[in-house]
């Protein structure tokens, strides 16, 4: 293979592929919640990210565009975790309807060229991100401008994918995305499935993973959203059909403050779901797909070598 490798910006500078290390591909660190809990939102953010770090976690990506840039290099430099910021946008608002391909493409171009929310932290991936189908004319501009910067800025495209990630994929083929570096959340969430069985999804899932792109699984121990055996046969079917370089684990750490106390996003609705934080990913959840019958050389590339691949770029 030709060229260098690219490095990777993370709030704190820039990392090589190779220091990854121990990877969680789709989390947040979420602080700008009202003045009033950032203290709080910060001290659970780096204890936590310390106890998963404890555990091995060494480089997370934070996907929520617009979380909180400056509190987040407060965050890596307390903890020492690499910490990738991303550019892009989640679902779309009622305002932001009307925009067009050039509109998303002004934004994140400002953030790459310029520094995120006024700092010099240039992101390292980019969000996008569609409601339910069918995908919506705003969302597929956003697609399409998220194609163009990728091809342009040589970024992974992290897309937030609860229904229709075969569909979000087209449009991103179409614009000319590198699809090796496209990587899909939440497909696992059974209400994303239109009425498929776990059969056919896992048969809708491989035409996504043939075509070079990730799936990025977050359901562990959120038993609600998938069935840990519908979980496991997806991982183990994708497994025995030869994607296990196509899959990744995270946990997508989401809070929020609700009668002043902090929440986990799904806390209250999962047996131990207080314990849904960074470390879960290590502690219980690599150790579930293992007790599943997933070996450990699976699940190592699903934390290590996969995330490494997919912020692997070199230049021309
Ligand atoms: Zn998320």
Known sequence: MSGTI??????????????????????????????????ESMAYAITELKRAKDLGLHTIADVGPPDDVAGIREVARATGINIICCTGFYLLQRSQLGMKAADFQDKMLKDIEHGLQGTDVRPGVIKTASTRMPIRPAERELFIAAARIQQRYHLPICIHSVSGCAEQQSILEEAGADLNHCYFSHIEATFGWAGRTVEQE???????????????????????????????RIIHELTRRGYADRMVATMDVTWSFEHGKLKLLWEDTNVNGKDRTYAYLLDTAVPWMQANGIPKAVTDQFIIDNPRRIFTHRTA
Do not use: C
Request: charged fraction near 20%.
């Open 6 to 39: 690219r490095p990777i910006p993370t709030a704190t500078g820039e990392i090589l592929p190779d220091a990854m290390g121990i990877t969680s591909l789709h989390e947040h660190i979420a602080l700008r919640q009202g003045d009033v809990h950032w203290d």
């Open 202 to 232: 896992v048969d809708y899932l491989e035409g996504v993973v043939a075509k070079g792109s990730t799936l990025s699984f977050n359901n562990f121990g959120n038993w609600n959203h998938t069935k840990p055996e519908d979980l496991a």
